[in-house]
């Protein structure tokens, strides 16, 4: 014991302590692109949560229907969420992909079905949690119209089938990256700041929006909700869903062709 009533062992050992987290500090830095990426996505995310705000408090909307908006997209956002880079990354990890790709079947179907499995759970959950917002926005939440209700649930097929083919683009980045990092935060940068989660597109500035109508994540939240809600009808309704149906068969095209190439780039871990 030294002076004190401290362990000589113990005391000897701070030094080392020290420098371990003088390392493990060092480490946040060491992959510096995924830093600033993630910086940047949470910013993006604060920016555009004070965006919903600044438009709920100018008067400009309605605010009972500017409320069931956000509730109808945040359920139909839950609703389509899937783990894609989580489960790749995963069995890429393990060396499970090997297996997966064995399998005489087409991968792509095969992780297709994997994730309308996981719809299909998710909107249990989604239902309940428009039947919250029920109690509180009363028929605000209510579709403008059946032609509106039907229109929603076409383009709520279409989110679906948009949603998968772009995080499978993504997804395959892991193919060459052995990361599901960069992708997963790059996703979800775009689907945040574009698909018009915390506010109708019509709300985003000018130049922000000509960005958002000029990709396809608008038609995972927006384009159903806009439907549903009566935002979008007649001919900008038809050009809508359009639209959708274009970008759901060019990104099923896209990332087919892209699979038959990156899958070369595979190189299995663990096992």
């Known amino acids: 014991m030294i002076p004190g009533g401290v362990d000589r062992s113990r005391a000897g050992a701070w030094p080392a302590y020290s420098s371990f987290f003088k390392r493990a500090l060092s480490s946040h830095l060491a992959y510096a692109s995924a830093v600033w990426v993630n910086l940047f996505a949470m910013a993006s995310g604060f920016a555009f949560t004070l965006l919903v705000w600044r438009y709920a408090k100018s008067g400009q909307a309605d605010l009972e229907q500017f409320y069931a908006y956000l509730a109808?997209?945040?359920?139909?956002?839950?609703?389509?969420?899937?783990?894609?880079?989580?489960?790749?990354?995963?069995?890429?990890?393990?060396?499970?992909i090997a297996t997966d790709l064995l399998k005489p079947?087409?991968?792509?179907?095969?992780?297709?079905?994997?994730?309308?499995?996981?719809?299909?759970?998710?909107?249990?959950?989604?239902?309940v949690v428009l039947l919250v917002a029920l109690a509180f926005l009363g028929g605000a939440l209510a579709p403008a119209s059946a032609s509106a209700l039907g229109l929603a649930a076409l383009g709520s097929v279409l989110a679906f089938w948009v949603q998968f083919h772009v995080g499978f683009l993504f997804v395959q980045m892991i193919f060459a990256t052995h990361s599901n990092y960069g992708?997963?935060?790059l996703r979800m940068l775009f689907h945040t700041a574009l698909s018009g989660i915390f506010a109708p597109l019509d709300a985003y500035p000018p130049a922000l929006q000509r960005i958002a109508h000029a990709l396809p994540f608008q038609h995972v939240i927006y384009t159903p909700v806009a439907l549903y809600q009566g935002r979008l009808v007649g001919d900008a309704a038809w050009h809508a869903l359009g639209s959708g149906l274009a970008w759901g068969a060019a990104l099923f095209v896209v990332s087919r062709l892209s699979f038959s190439v990156i899958r070369r780039y595979l190189t299995i871990q663990g096992g």
């Open 72 to 96: 109808l997209a945040f359920a139909l956002n839950f609703t389509l969420s899937m783990a894609f880079e989580r489960y790749v990354g995963e069995r890429i990890r393990e060396g499970l």
């Open 183 to 185: 992708p997963f935060t």
């Open 105 to 127: 079947v087409d991968y792509t179907w095969l992780f297709f079905f994997q994730a309308a499995s996981d719809i299909v759970f998710q909107a249990i959950f989604g239902a």
